[in-house]
């Protein structure tokens, strides 16, 4: 890998319709898992890491909460809870809140380390997932106790993992040897047809089930249209290999964004099939996150390696710094307000 190892995480003229109502919808409390950050000094007072939201309407201050100084890979939030319930991953292990991050605990034990990825199960609160580099683990009592599920997995090293809009027993991840799926909650799985590893990020299509997009280690940007059966590499304006991050405009999912490794940030206007770079303004191009606002799909913005978060209100025509300078954020998500 280049870098490391890694959720649930992010568009002038005449006014629309469409666009004044974008314009006029209210700020949404914006989310960043931060791993580390560059002033660490050994034995001294320390910036802390973790997890650290921005409050509607701020430019770029942000808040800390859950656990200090924690690699935090990862975080989640249950959508029905309204933002009371949301996860940590961790170095060491799933952290939950489930009072809107008043009060944290830590709900896996030393079998569970390096969670690159949280997935709650959208329809079924005590029901939640999350990868690591030993694979698959679940829970179905709201993370009081925790199963591994890695059966019929090849290579163990899980990425990222995600449950199906409208199959909640229909499961997705991506691994060191390609992609896989589940269709009774994991407990079995089964090799997709993608013939490439280092599968980094699986997205689902936010009105089509059967359309899945993933970004590879080496190997560039992959669809399927059905199901993961067959794939296709979306080539047309794409000149690099290694992707870390895939986003949707909930609203309108013919617009997509992509980033990885020295990428910046890919726009597509048609659904996956050309991208277009976006990098005015961004100057840090290690782009690991991406989240599209759901109440204003011109609003984006991207996590970085070393960089902090950048954000865009014009859909990816202009970056700004959104604040978090000089950390290593791997994970961008957005609370509607």
Not at 58 to 66: F, L, M, N, S, V
Request: aromatic share 12%; hydrophobic share 35%.
């Amino acid at each position: 890998m280049k870098m490391s190892m890694i959720t649930y995480l992010l568009p002038c003229g005449l006014l629309s319709a469409f666009s004044l109502v974008h314009a006029q919808a209210q700020p949404s409390t914006v989310y960043a898992a931060v791993v580390a950050t560059k002033v660490y000094v050994v034995g001294a007072a320390n910036a802390p890491t973790g997890l650290f939201y921005q409050p509607a309407g701020a430019d770029t201050t942000w808040q800390h909460t859950g656990p200090t100084n924690i690699r935090n890979f990862a975080a989640s939030l249950y959508g029905p809870a309204g933002g009371r319930i949301m996860y940590i991953g961790a170095g060491n292990g799933v952290h939950q809140t489930t009072d809107g991050g008043s009060h944290w605990r830590i709900t896996t034990g030393w079998p569970i380390t390096e969670v690159l990825w949280v997935a709650p199960d959208p329809s079924r609160q005590e029901i939640v997932y999350c990868a690591t580099p030993y694979g698959i683990f679940k829970t179905v009592d709201g993370c009081r106790t925790w199963k591994e599920m890695n059966k019929g997995m090849g290579a163990l090293f899980t990425q990222c993992v995600i449950v199906d809009r409208w199959h909640p027993d229909t499961l997705y991840c991506g691994s060191e040897d390609g992609a896989y799926a589940s269709y009774d909650g994991g407990e079995k799985w089964q090799r997709l047809g993608l013939s490439v590893g280092g599968v980094r990020v699986i997205a689902q299509h936010p009105k089509e089930s059967n359309v899945l997009f993933v970004g590879t280690e080496e190997y560039g940007i992959y669809v399927s249209r059905n199901g993961g059966k067959w794939w296709t590499r979306c080539e047309s304006g794409i000149d690099h290999t290694t992707f870390y991050a895939i986003a949707f405009d909930p609203s309108r999912p013919e617009i997509m964004y992509a980033g990885g490794y020295t990428t910046g940030v890919y726009k597509s206007v048609d659904g996956g099939k050309t991208w277009a770079r976006r990098n005015d303004g961004l100057p840090n191009l290690n782009v690991h996150g991406i989240a599209v606002d759901p109440a204003n799909g011109e609003r984006i913005y991207v996590a970085t390696i070393w960089g902090g978060v950048y954000q865009s209100e014009n859909g990816g025509g202009l970056w700004h710094s959104a604040g978090l300078a000089g950390s290593e954020v791997w994970n961008v998500f957005i609370q509607p307000n």
